[in-house]
């Protein structure tokens, strides 16, 4: 540093920098904050029965509700090794700076899932941006939409894996294959992909639901009930039309809340 650059000089310089820093979403859009594991294929060689795992399955829920918390999101969906966390559209959350809530979202997501499973995990972060609900309804069918052809392609994968084919094998056989011909690979064997947990072939939705805490009022001795949110989950999600629905239930009552809020 030069003798006559003051510290405040010095600062201002190094500030600049921050080229990102002040990238904000847009006021009045929708915001999805969607986080997925990295090297999670290496992850799940070591700790996750395939092609679906339940204990793995558990702290990806975990993580989900982490997310639904720390963000105070709307609605969270997780599916496979991601968690995509809707938050209203009014979030002012660390003034919608693009760079916080990606690294914060991340490090969350992470931290239950480590603590859990005994292993340094980590999540990368990307902002999806919307600006009309049925974009956010739009956004959700194609996650769920990516859950169920993941499902499928990872049942008949560790089916044939299990038959004693080798991975390239495996690929092979499936290389082109349609959803047909993947369903009959499948029935073939015994396996009817409409039997597989829905968990697994919709993905899993955490939001918030309402209810009544029973307590007691100590100055009157009198039962009292106040009414309180608790994060739920939801583990058999409609599909298609009605998972369309199902989104835009919720996004009404975030926009009555929103209005209850600002009266």
């Known amino acids: 540093?030069?003798?006559?650059?003051?510290?405040?000089?010095?600062?201002?310089?190094?500030?600049a920098g921050e080229f990102f820093h002040a990238l904000r979403a847009p006021p009045g859009t929708f915001i999805v904050v969607r986080v997925d594991g990295r090297s999670f294929s290496r992850l799940?060689?070591?700790?996750?029965?395939?092609?679906f795992d339940p204990a793995f399955h558990g702290r990806m829920v975990e993580a989900a509700?982490?997310?639904?918390?720390?963000?105070?999101a709307l609605y969270v969906y997780t599916e496979s090794d991601e968690i995509?966390?809707?938050l209203p559209r009014g979030a002012a959350l660390f003034?919608?700076?693009?760079?916080?809530?990606?690294s914060v979202s991340a490090a969350r997501a992470a931290s239950p899932f480590s603590l859990s499973c005994g292993d340094t995990v980590e999540f990368d972060a990307r902002v999806w941006l919307g600006?009309?609900?049925?974009?956010v309804v739009d956004y959700f069918r194609?996650?769920?939409?990516?859950?169920t052809r993941c499902a499928l392609n990872g049942w008949c994968y560790w089916t044939l894996r299990r038959e004693g084919r080798s991975a390239r094998e495996a690929t092979r056989a499936l290389d082109g294959a349609t959803v047909a011909q993947k369903n009959e690979i499948l029935h073939a064997r015994g396996i009817n992909f409409n039997d597989v947990p829905a968990w697994q072939r919709r993905g899993t939705g955490v939001f918030w639901e309402r209810y009544a805490k029973e307590g007691l009022d100590p100055r009157r001795n009198v039962r009292v009930s106040a009414e309180r949110r608790r994060a739920a989950v939801d583990?058999?999600?409609p599909m298609k039309d009605a998972y369309s629905a199902y989104v835009r239930r919720l996004l009404d009552q975030s926009a009555t809340l929103t209005r209850g809020q600002s009266a």
């Open 131 to 135: 600006g009309r609900e049925e974009d």
């Open 142 to 147: 194609w996650r769920q939409s990516d859950a």
């Open 235 to 237: 583990e058999a999600l």
């Open 84 to 86: 995509s966390a809707l």
């Open 44 to 51: 799940t060689e070591r700790l996750a029965e395939k092609p």
């Open 65 to 72: 509700k982490a997310l639904l918390t720390s963000l105070q």
């Open 95 to 102: 003034d919608r700076q693009v760079e916080k809530l990606v």
């Open 1 to 15: 540093m030069g003798e006559r650059m003051s510290k405040e000089d010095l600062e201002q310089r190094m500030r």
